[in-house]
């Protein structure tokens, strides 16, 4: 069982940059693919980013690639995606997700996880 717990959400202008946070619980964290997706109101559920479970793996959505950065720290439990030069279109509930695998290099671009947090909502302006 993992808990997820986004933070880093808020208001920002178009170019601005932000930093989302996902703490996990438990020791295991290590063994999980992590991936970013958003929500925008009245849309579907979107992919936005994945990272391996060492980190050295990772597949973008093509509306956040060059601008969106993923990262994780398996010793602190946590997956970050930074922000940057963020668009109106960025607008939306961003979730963090976790996923159970035994491949240390696999992604998921899917929304087929095993864990979501609650969410953390980003509010871009123009």
């Known amino acids: 069982q993992v808990q997820l717990a986004e933070s880093g959400g808020g208001l920002a202008q178009a170019g601005d940059s932000l930093r989302l946070s996902c703490a996990a619980s438990?020791?295991?964290?290590?063994?999980?693919?992590m991936g970013w997706f958003r929500q925008a109101p009245g849309k579907e559920r979107e992919f936005v980013v994945t990272?391996?479970?060492?980190?050295?793996?990772?597949a973008y959505a093509d509306y956040v690639k060059g601008r969106f950065t993923i990262s994780r720290d398996n010793a602190k439990n946590t997956v970050y995606l930074q922000m940057n030069s963020l668009e109106p279109e960025d607008t939306a509930v961003y979730y963090c997700?976790?996923?159970?695998?035994?491949?240390?290099?696999?992604?998921?671009?899917?929304?087929?996880?095993?864990?979501w947090g609650q969410g953390t909502q980003v509010t871009v302006s123009s």
């Open positions: 438990g020791r295991t964290f290590g063994y999980y693919i």
């Open positions: 990272v391996s479970k060492n980190g050295g793996a990772t």
């Open positions: 997700a976790a996923k159970a695998t035994i491949s240390t290099v696999a992604v998921a671009t899917t929304g087929r996880y095993d864990y």
